[in-house]
């Protein structure tokens, strides 16, 4: 991280981004999970919401490799 202090940087956002699309997929799957399932988390909805959000970071991780590219794609 290269930003200054109290500033974000265009690395810092993307960054930002990706944990917004990963906690927006771990909501997705939580809503699915409760319309499919017809199962009414309750008290436990954001237990279960975290827990889908960590699936999707654990699945963009395992197609992610070491070097960076994401399904074989560079990063940009």
Do not use: C, H
């Not at 499919?36 to 699945?59: A, Q």
């Amino acid at each position: 991280m290269n930003s200054k202090l109290l500033k974000l940087d265009s690395i810092d956002w993307k960054k930002v981004g990706k944990g917004l699309l990963i906690a927006a997929g771990g909501a997705i799957l939580t809503y699915l999970s409760d319309f499919i399932l017809t199962i009414d988390f309750g008290m436990w909805t954001p237990m279960v919401m975290t827990f889908w959000s960590i699936v999707v970071n654990i699945v963009q991780k395992l197609l992610t490799n070491s070097s960076g590219k994401f399904l074989g794609r560079e990063k940009k």
